[in-house]
């Protein structure tokens, strides 16, 4: 990637760059300009470049910013940097454009070129009204408006809805020399990721599947007779965060509430057995949270839900107020699936408590439809999933970039992760939403999928962990991507190790680099 930006990123130029050296009208040499978003480069888009090329000395290529495209959810498909890259590296193209505006007004103003070219499409059923507000601009200082001949019409958004391409490495190597970093800073991060403290405060599930046989139905009712045969418990819920996190090397203090239960045994020798310290508020009154999933024949056939989500009583949340208040973290994580701990009545006490200058993080997995990440309000990372940022901001149809503008201005948080399962993870990390490198999208890095169940609790470990060693956002997002993956290859919520995270960045890297 170095050696393509060495030998075509010095066409990539800002406008009033483009304007010095193409000089003013009438000039020397003649220049003509396109406009586009340029995603995937199709032989429809050559035919258009190269047309253009033969009507002018000059071609400027300018392209839509990431930020004003809104074609499907997750578009652009190529990032604005690689974009530039792709269009730089043709023959025909002399200059190439970042347009910093919603549409190429502003560009066409400034550097006035002597033809304006327009995609015969623009023409073919009449002039669109942005269209003509195009031309007008053109002919007002005494340019002209060119169409290109259209025999030849392919569509980005059909091409990628057909078969997206797989550029993550080159998004990856694209993003990272934008952001002047290198695999060896990431690497410096995640080795020094341990020590950290970090309070978890949140609600313990035991996830259980109970193995049964099918041996036969009743005859006067549609009931299944099932043998039981095992059952395997997994502590879970926000105690798997704390085990991601010790995992990671973080001195862990974890705060939750048990029922008075054999479950409750379990929890904690299974914290006790990974070195984290547990608050353990034991309510008689409910029990252990449990979801216990019932599979016969290796299909999942029922899942039984043991829980009571009413709010903690006033005495517990006494006692997780003055746990806020008196451990000793560098982070605090409240991981809610609001079975009872987080409220509207108990989240403005557990928020005020914490001590100021922690690092606040909050994760909202909710599966029902109480949660909302935007009560989190003015925390420094979130990290939601989609189905979560849509609920709790009302919106079921805007682009994805819009959904996470709106989410994090709702949320007021300085940094947000909206994780989009196998699409990969968005970051926003400024309020200026079309600000140049505001928002950033990372593909997973997942190979083979074996159990989704937890990447979004190994990205937010190791996010907040990567934030609280050095506060860069792009690094937080790699390394928790990279968590996540590690996850979704592993069979079951198993703690993700720095060493994993290790042996995965090596992979990413020779794959980024060809080796």
Same mark, same amino acid.
């Given at each position: 990637?170095?050696?393509?930006?060495? $030998?075509?990123?010095?066409?990539?130029?800002?406008?009033?760059?483009?304007?010095?050296?193409?000089?003013? $009208?009438?000039?020397?040499?003649?220049?003509?300009?396109?406009?586009?978003?340029?995603?995937?480069?199709?032989? =429809?888009?050559?035919?258009?470049?190269?047309?253009?090329?033969?009507?002018?000395?000059?071609?400027?290529?300018?392209?839509?910013?990431? +930020?004003?495209?809104?074609?499907?959810?997750?578009?652009?498909?190529?990032?604005?940097?690689?974009?530039?890259?792709?269009?730089?590296?043709?023959?025909?193209?002399?200059?190439?454009?970042?347009?910093?505006?919603?549409?190429?007004?502003?560009?066409?103003?400034?550097?006035?070129?002597?033809?304006?070219?327009? =995609?015969?499409?623009?023409? +073919?059923?009449?002039?669109?009204?942005?269209?003509?507000?195009?031309?007008?601009?053109?002919?007002? !200082?005494?340019?002209?408006?060119?169409?290109?001949?259209?025999?030849?019409?392919?569509?980005?958004?059909?091409?990628?809805?057909?078969?997206?391409?797989?550029?993550?490495?080159?998004?990856?190597?694209?993003?990272?020399?934008?952001?002047?970093?290198?695999?060896?800073?990431?690497?410096?991060?995640?080795?020094?990721?341990?020590?950290?403290?970090?309070?978890?405060?949140?609600?313990?599930?035991?996830?259980?599947?109970?193995?049964?046989?099918?041996?036969?139905?009743?005859?006067?009712?549609?009931?299944?007779?099932?043998?039981?045969?095992?059952? $395997?418990?997994?502590?879970?819920?926000?105690?798997?965060?704390?085990?991601?996190?010790?995992?990671?090397?973080?001195?862990?203090?974890?705060?939750?509430?048990?029922?008075?239960?054999?479950?409750?045994?379990?929890?904690?020798?299974?914290?006790?057995?990974?070195?984290?310290?547990?608050?353990?508020?034991?309510?008689?009154?409910?029990?252990?949270?449990?979801?216990?999933?019932?599979?016969?024949?290796? !299909?999942?056939?029922?899942?039984?839900?043991?829980?009571?989500?009413?709010?903690?009583?006033?005495?517990?949340?006494?006692?997780?107020? $003055?746990?806020?208040?008196?451990?000793?973290?560098?982070?605090?994580?409240?991981?809610?699936?609001?079975?009872?701990?987080?409220?509207?009545?108990?989240?403005?006490?557990?928020?005020?408590?914490?001590?100021?200058?922690?690092?606040?993080?909050?994760?909202?997995?909710?599966?029902?439809?109480?949660?909302?990440?935007?009560?989190?309000?003015?925390?420094?990372?979130?990290?939601?999933?989609?189905?979560?940022?849509?609920?709790?901001?009302?919106?079921?149809?805007?682009?994805?970039?819009?959904?996470?503008?709106?989410?994090?201005?709702? +949320?007021?948080?300085?940094?947000?992760?909206?994780?989009?399962?196998?699409?990969?993870?968005?970051?926003?990390?400024?309020?200026?939403?079309?600000?140049?490198?505001?928002?950033?999208?990372?593909?997973?890095?997942?190979?083979?999928?074996?159990?989704?169940?937890?990447?979004?609790?190994?990205?937010?470990?190791?996010?907040?962990?990567?934030?609280?060693?050095?506060?860069?956002?792009?690094? +937080?997002?790699?390394?928790?991507?990279?968590?996540?993956?590690?996850?979704?290859?592993?069979?079951?919520?198993?703690?993700?190790?720095?060493?994993?995270?290790?042996?995965?960045?090596?992979?990413?890297?020779?794959?980024?680099?060809?080796?």
């Amino acid at each position: 990637m170095d050696d393509l930006q060495e $030998r075509y990123g010095q066409k990539i130029m800002k406008p009033a760059a483009v304007r010095n050296v193409v000089g003013p $009208r009438p000039r020397e040499r003649s220049v003509i300009m396109c406009h586009g978003v340029f995603d995937v480069v199709h032989p =429809g888009h050559l035919r258009h470049m190269i047309y253009a090329k033969t009507k002018a000395d000059l071609l400027i290529v300018s392209l839509t910013r990431d +930020a004003f495209i809104e074609k499907g959810q997750l578009r652009p498909h190529v990032p604005q940097d690689l974009r530039a890259l792709n269009l730089a590296a043709f023959e025909m193209v002399d200059f190439v454009i970042i347009d910093e505006n919603p549409n190429p007004l502003a560009n066409i103003e400034l550097i006035q070129p002597d033809f304006f070219a327009k =995609g015969y499409e623009y023409v +073919a059923d009449g002039l669109p009204a942005k269209t003509h507000e195009e031309l007008s601009l053109v002919e007002a !200082y005494g340019g002209e408006m060119i169409f290109t001949p259209g025999d030849v019409v392919y569509s980005s958004s059909n091409l990628i809805n057909l078969a997206p391409p797989s550029i993550k490495y080159d998004k990856l190597i694209t993003l990272l020399d934008s952001e002047g970093i290198g695999f060896a800073e990431v690497r410096e991060v995640l080795a020094a990721l341990g020590g950290k403290r970090v309070h978890v405060v949140g609600d313990t599930i035991v996830d259980s599947i109970t193995e049964t046989t099918v041996i036969g139905g009743q005859t006067k009712t549609p009931t299944i007779s099932v043998r039981y045969d095992s059952r $395997r418990d997994y502590v879970g819920g926000a105690a798997i965060v704390a085990k991601h996190l010790r995992a990671a090397g973080a001195d862990v203090t974890f705060s939750t509430v048990l029922g008075d239960d054999a479950l409750r045994t379990l929890v904690l020798e299974d914290l006790k057995h990974a070195d984290i310290t547990v608050n353990d508020n034991t309510d008689p009154t409910r029990p252990t949270t449990n979801k216990n999933a019932i599979v016969a024949d290796g !299909y999942r056939l029922l899942k039984v839900d043991t829980l009571d989500n009413r709010s903690i009583s006033g005495g517990i949340l006494e006692s997780m107020v $003055r746990a806020v208040t008196a451990a000793p973290a560098d982070a605090i994580v409240f991981s809610d699936f609001r079975h009872g701990i987080f409220s509207r009545q108990t989240i403005p006490q557990l928020i005020g408590a914490i001590p100021e200058g922690t690092f606040r993080v909050a994760d909202s997995q909710v599966a029902s439809r109480w949660g909302n990440i935007t009560e989190f309000k003015d925390f420094d990372l979130i990290t939601p999933n989609e189905r979560e940022a849509r609920f709790s901001t009302g919106d079921q149809d805007s682009h994805i970039r819009s959904l996470a503008s709106n989410l994090y201005d709702q +949320a007021r948080c300085k940094t947000l992760m909206l994780k989009l399962g196998e699409r990969g993870v968005l970051t926003c990390r400024d309020p200026n939403h079309y600000a140049i490198g505001d928002a950033v999208i990372i593909d997973s890095f997942a190979d083979d999928v074996l159990d989704p169940v937890g990447a979004g609790d190994a990205l937010l470990a190791y996010a907040t962990l990567s934030m609280l060693v050095r506060p860069d956002a792009v690094v +937080a997002t790699i390394l928790g991507s990279l968590a996540a993956a590690v996850e979704c290859e592993k069979d079951g919520n198993i703690p993700v190790t720095p060493a994993d995270l290790a042996a995965k960045m090596e992979v990413v890297e020779k794959r980024a680099t060809f080796g």
